[in-house]
């Protein structure tokens, strides 16, 4: 199921031109978003985020036409026969251009959405964390945007399973934490939540911005502060957010192991509460 | 003019698959080499360095079909009526594969390439370079292999010309130069060439292994060596090697000019002999 040129189609296949610099030079971003029964999950974070990011690049989308892109594939989702949950995809690019990097005077954005069923048991289950060697470039404007520019995240998260783990865990350039390959993290010291700030080269993530607002009124101060990787494995608890997997609370990063905490448990009921229309 | 799943075909819409990772996740590399009245420059390195790059991300793709590729719009693109140079770029991509980082366990690599005509002003005109603040990260593999991921060059380069710049500087996560947005960088001093090491973040960039390989024929002595920034800026002359442009003479990196200098003049004229069959 795949929404194209505002129209939806069979897919995958699509006429496509191979000129089209998201293929080219990964000239492009992109959106993950849940939908639970044909309904989109934050619906308006996740249309405000993508459309702030072809401005920012300067191949602006109108927000109406990313919602619509969104809505139809995530409607059409439960025809798909896979029960509850879709992860719904939609990808903007600059369009085609000549050859080089100077983007055209002139962009025409190509934009596409598609949805694909997601096994029940993702959402809310925990996970280890692999820390990887390869930084998050936080000097990049790139790494606080959800860029098509994922090889790093690829290849992090293939050394991350090859050694025994879910999923890697990202350091900057600075040796201070910033993100996992798919998903932000957060640590909880007594009552105090802390989250790396955007710039330390990490996404706005559209559940971390959630839990950041849920966190005081259920008795925690939220903060966004730089984390040394010492002082993140010295934390109550660690966990992961993104919009496909909501909370996952964090079982170990590297040798480090972290037991169940009942203040994540706390934070991912609310989560799910707020997830709920 | 597009060489696309083993055919020439007018292009540039091909029916393409868009759960691609190549154009999902920037999980693909690229060559961009040179011809000359159909006939490929330094063709034997730029199969081999693609090739080395499909081997190295897990989806080889065999020598023989990305040579069969690029010699086929090389040889077409006499036909597209440009003169005598063309720029012949041949992509791969790891192939289409289910939502998520995990690559496919037995992937099905997408080859394609295309010509485009190259205005013959471009080869061996010099430049100028400004220093951008995006740092080439060095700690990721993704730095010395040519991916789609173009991203920071892109904005990098935007950036050089809104500075009344031709090129961008990369640093890398040291603060030490490491290339250009588009090709590699050499300074010399007195009759010392250097240029980083692929350490540095770096892509063996073919025309860089071949002024190494000529230097010493002329009298220089040639070295892989990291290089400070206030180093490079202290050098009797700097330049930027790639496919398209040979040797490209640096008149200057931002405020910091460079006068012509004849050894610059002579490695170019090595060159030229170079390329000629």
């Not at 369009?95 to 934009?111: D, H, I, K, T």
């Not at 997601?118 to 060697?133: E, G, I, Q, R």
């Not at 790494?143 to 783990?165: I, M, P, Q, S």
């Amino acid at each position: 199921m795949l929404w194209f040129d505002g129209a939806l189609i069979a897919g995958p296949t699509a006429p496509f031109d191979l000129a089209d610099r998201g293929l080219t030079l990964g000239d492009g971003v992109f959106d993950t978003a849940l939908a639970i029964d044909g309904r989109l999950v934050f619906e308006a974070a996740h249309v405000a985020r993508l459309a702030a990011a072809t401005r920012a690049l300067g191949f602006a989308v109108a927000p109406e036409r990313i919602a619509q892109a969104m809505r139809a594939v995530a409607g059409g989702a439960g025809a798909i026969g896979t029960g509850a949950f879709a992860a719904i995809r939609t990808t903007v690019t600059r369009g085609s251009g000549p050859r080089g990097l100077a983007p055209p005077a002139e962009p025409r954005p190509v934009l596409w959405a598609s949805a694909a069923a997601l096994p029940p048991a993702l959402p809310f289950a925990s996970l280890t964390l692999h820390p990887t060697n390869i930084r998050r470039n936080d000097t990049s404007p790139a790494a606080r945007w959800k860029t098509l520019g994922y090889l790093d995240a690829v290849l992090a998260a293939t050394e991350a399973r090859a050694a025994g783990f879910d999923e890697a865990l990202f350091r900057n350039t600075h040796g201070r934490v910033a993100c996992a390959g798919t998903g932000n993290l957060f640590a909880l010291f007594g009552t105090r939540l802390v989250t790396p700030p955007l710039s330390e080269g990490v996404l706005a993530g559209i559940v971390r911005a959630e839990l950041l607002r849920l966190a005081p009124s259920l008795g925690f101060t939220a903060a966004e502060q730089p984390l040394a990787f010492e002082e993140f494995l010295g934390a109550d608890a660690v966990f992961l957010t993104n919009s496909l997997r909501g909370l996952a609370p964090v079982r170990a990063v590297g040798a480090t192991p972290f037991a169940a905490h009942p203040a994540v448990a706390a934070l991912g009921e609310a989560l799910r509460a707020a997830m709920r229309p």
